[in-house]
């Protein structure tokens, strides 16, 4: 059930694909993001690298706390997507632990992420059995090793389901009033409570901090109805 949830999931688009894990093909464990600071410095280091070179910066001018946030948005989008495509669209929630979800290095787009072998889990909801023992773990190592604020975190997970929800919309229309239902429950309690309103449209009730990039204005679910003025 699994195997055929994920395929669904898959043709919703990139951010809903999660790959079989097969050895030698340069995949890494998932928790090694929670377990070593120094692999989560290296792939904000890369991120402020990219982004100084399209702001036509220098790295000195990114905010390595803002960069912090924008990766862990990416990841997030990429943690949440597939299982609440299974959710939506074949009422089921695979079976994932981080300890059999693995990752691959890459400068851009959606982050490359596999699973292995899981234990079977009991199905209690998204919140139980993705964002508190997946998401949680990954997000409280971002905020503890860049002083980033969990609420604005936690905010980029909530960004991040309604994001897919557009696009999981957009992709299967006959299932969008379940996805729809799913991600209201979602925001209404639980972990993600009090995170942002659905709208339409979405609006979060904190900042990614996207707007501190060089020229990057704020998102169009900002909480915020223009960008500070730099002091």
């Given at each position: 059930?699994?195997?055929?949830?994920?395929d669904?999931?898959?043709?919703?688009?990139?951010?809903f694909?999660l790959?079989?894990?097969?050895?030698?093909?340069?995949?890494?464990?998932?928790s090694?993001?929670?377990?070593r600071?120094?692999?989560?410095?290296?792939?904000?280091?890369?991120a402020r690298?990219?982004?100084?070179?399209?702001?036509?910066v220098?790295v000195?001018?990114?905010?390595?706390?803002?960069?912090?946030s924008?990766?862990?948005?990416g990841?997030?989008?990429?943690?949440?997507s597939?299982?609440?495509?299974?959710?939506?669209?074949?009422?089921?929630?695979?079976?994932?632990?981080?300890?059999?979800?693995?990752?691959?290095?890459t400068?851009?787009?959606?982050?490359p992420?596999?699973?292995s072998?899981?234990?079977?889990?009991?199905?209690?909801?998204l919140d139980q059995?993705?964002?508190?023992?997946?998401?949680?773990?990954v997000?409280?190592?971002?905020?503890?090793?860049?002083?980033?604020?969990?609420?604005?975190?936690?905010?980029?997970?909530?960004?991040s389901?309604?994001?897919?929800?557009?696009?999981?919309?957009?992709a299967?229309p006959?299932k969008?009033?379940?996805?729809?239902?799913?991600?209201?429950?979602?925001?209404?309690?639980?972990?993600l409570?009090?995170?942002?309103d659905?709208?339409?449209?979405?609006?979060?009730?904190s900042?990614?901090?996207?707007y501190r990039?060089p020229?990057a204005g704020?998102?169009?679910?900002c909480?915020?109805?223009?960008?500070?003025?730099?002091?």
């Open positions: 059930m699994d195997d055929a949830a994920l669904l999931a898959a043709a919703v688009g990139p951010f694909v790959d079989r894990w097969t050895a030698d093909a340069g995949w890494r464990p998932l090694e993001l929670v377990e600071p120094d692999v989560l410095a290296e792939r904000v280091r890369a690298e990219m982004l100084a070179e399209r702001s036509r220098t000195d001018e990114i905010e390595e706390r803002a960069t912090a924008i990766v862990f948005l990841l997030a989008a990429r943690l949440v597939p299982p609440f495509a299974c959710a939506a669209l074949a009422d089921h929630l695979p079976s994932l632990s981080l300890a059999a979800l693995w990752w691959q290095p400068v851009s787009g959606p982050w992420l596999a699973r072998a899981s234990a079977p889990t009991t199905s209690h909801g059995q993705v964002l508190q023992p997946i998401v949680a773990p997000l409280e190592a971002f905020a503890r090793t860049f002083t980033v604020s969990e609420q604005v975190l936690w905010g980029n997970v909530a960004s389901l309604a994001g897919a929800l557009t696009m999981l919309r957009a299967r006959d969008a009033d379940r996805a729809t239902e799913l991600v209201r429950d979602l925001l209404a309690s639980g972990t409570q009090g995170t942002g659905l709208g339409p449209p979405f609006t979060r009730h900042c990614c901090l996207f990039v020229g704020i998102c169009g679910d909480v915020l109805d223009e960008a500070p003025t730099p002091a």
